[in-house]
């Protein structure tokens, strides 16, 4: 069954270093998505793309971040400054368009030390 | 303001006894997604649903349009049943608005 990738699992490091967290999206889906969960809170919405551009965007997402599908295939999203504060795990999705469901990949835990 | 609210936050129960998870929502949505969440952090989407009723297994998903609610069923729980629950919504659009999750522990 075709399922969500993401690398890394687990990125640790330093405040004000810039990371890029990496996802495949199931290869037929149109949209994609990238929520985040602080520790201990719900999950939030970060960002939705389609067809090369960002369709919706939440006040999280401010210009430290930025998201890119530079192949075709992969989908990432780049932090250009990390806080203590982006300490988090991420989540990607797809979704084909046709109906609402999402397909989650497994996650990215970024720790920001 | 689209906000999910799930009740109850924590829910503990002995193996075998029959669960039941509450969604609420105040403003007319598209869809309405449960989904499984294990210490491990990963997401399972268990049921998307507009209308009705959908069932999988020992899980049964309804979902009460006018009454803008939504419950998750699970039958004969077992402690392979335990994790974080998560009630989320599309609000008329493609985005998801999560509700706080409840945690679920079955007690063998």
């Known amino acids: 069954e075709p399922e969500v990738t993401q690398t890394p699992s687990h990125q640790v490091t330093q405040m004000g270093q810039e990371v890029i967290l990496r996802c495949v999206p199931i290869?037929?889906?149109?949209?994609f998505y990238w929520y985040r969960q602080i520790l201990g809170q719900k999950v939030e919405f970060l960002v939705s793309?389609?067809?090369?551009?960002?369709?919706?965007k939440s006040e999280i997402f401010d210009d430290q971040f930025s998201v890119e599908r530079p192949d075709g295939s992969n989908f990432t999203l780049k932090i250009r400054s990390t806080k203590l504060e982006d300490s988090a795990m991420y989540f990607c999705a797809s979704s084909s368009g046709t109906v609402y469901e999402q397909y989650f990949g497994p996650g990215t835990r970024l720790t920001v030390t | 303001k689209n906000e999910v609210e799930q009740s109850p936050q924590n829910l503990t129960a002995q193996e075998g006894e029959f669960i039941t998870i509450n969604c609420s929502y105040s403003v007319g949505i598209s869809a309405l997604h449960w989904l499984q969440q294990h210490p491990g952090g990963g997401i399972v989407s268990l049921f998307m649903l507009s209308s009705g009723k959908k069932k999988h297994g020992r899980l049964i998903a309804t979902i009460n349009i006018q009454e803008k609610h939504s419950s998750l069923h699970i039958t004969a729980s077992h402690p392979r049943d335990s994790a974080v629950y998560i009630c989320a919504i599309n609000f008329g659009n493609e985005k998801l608005t999560f509700g706080t999750g409840t945690r679920l522990t079955i007690i063998p």
């Open positions: 793309f389609y067809n090369n551009e960002i369709s919706e």
């Open positions: 290869s037929n889906h149109l949209y």
